[in-house]
């Protein structure tokens, strides 16, 4: 248990429907990711805050899906309108400091199915 | 853009050493990493090297870096059934937020 937590493990949905991921990062980081990993490939980075900011978006992030952190510790992944490619482990990860290494403690995931 | 390509499959017999490889295109990448995935759990970082390094040693694990030829590899001494997993190599610019990571190599360890 790395610290990180999401919710919920495990999401079944139908296409056309929307969801919402929540994560909540180790208490005292301020970085927190997203990624997206499909099954026999590597996560592929989603975005990224630092505290309440968003500072990157990957090409993935289609205006389907929203990110937030508004407090700065939290954050939420919503998927509008689901699609079957969006079926996938949704990853979030946080990390400490700005620059330099800054280890990526990851949680266990959202398993998103969508019928 | 990044990439980072690795081996699918890779397996050994308890006890041999493992070597793992991993090649990437982006010359400003600073940190490379290397992750571990079990079924069902999360990704856990094993280890890392900064780029000005050649190699890293810890414990059993050995990461040998060739910046020049943009190689990455990882050496599993001993290798045991329990270091049966995914492995995954990634790559961080210094100030970049996101890792870019491989599709991960499948070690399978055979008693």
């Known amino acids: 248990d790395t610290g990180v937590s999401q919710d919920p493990r495990h999401k079944i949905t139908k296409r056309g429907q929307n969801v919402t991921f929540r994560c909540d990062p180790i208490?005292?980081?301020?970085?927190l990711y997203w990624y997206r990993q499909t099954l026999g490939q590597g996560p592929e980075f989603l975005t990224y805050?630092?505290?309440?900011?968003?500072?990157?978006k990957s090409r993935l992030l289609s205006d389907r899906f929203s990110a937030e952190r508004p407090k700065g510790s939290f954050s939420t992944l919503e998927i509008q309108r689901t699609e079957q490619g969006d079926s996938a482990m949704y990853l979030c990860?946080?990390?400490?400091?700005?620059?330099?290494?800054?280890?990526?403690?990851f949680g266990p995931g959202t398993r998103l199915t969508v019928l | 853009g990044e990439d980072v390509e690795q081996s699918l499959f890779l397996s050994v017999r308890e006890g041999d050493s493992s070597v793992i490889n991993c090649t990437y295109t982006?010359?400003?990448?600073?940190?490379l990493y290397w992750y571990k995935q079990e079924p069902g759990a999360g990704l856990q970082l094993l280890t890392y090297?900064?780029?000005?390094?050649d190699m890293k040693q810890d414990q059993r694990l050995t990461v040998l870096l060739n910046k020049k030829d943009k190689h990455l590899s990882l050496r599993i001494a001993d290798t045991q059934t329990g270091d049966s997993a995914i492995y995954f190599c990634?790559?961080?610019?210094?100030?970049?937020?996101?890792?870019?990571f491989g599709d991960g190599t499948t070690l399978t360890v055979k008693p």
């Open positions: 990634a790559e961080k610019g210094s100030n970049a937020g996101k890792s870019t």
């Open positions: 982006d010359s400003s990448s600073t940190y």
């Open positions: 090297i900064f780029s000005n390094m």
């Open positions: 990860a946080s990390s400490q400091g700005v620059g330099g290494h800054n280890e990526q403690f």
């Open positions: 208490s005292e980081h301020n970085r």
């Open positions: 805050f630092q505290n309440e900011a968003q500072l990157e």
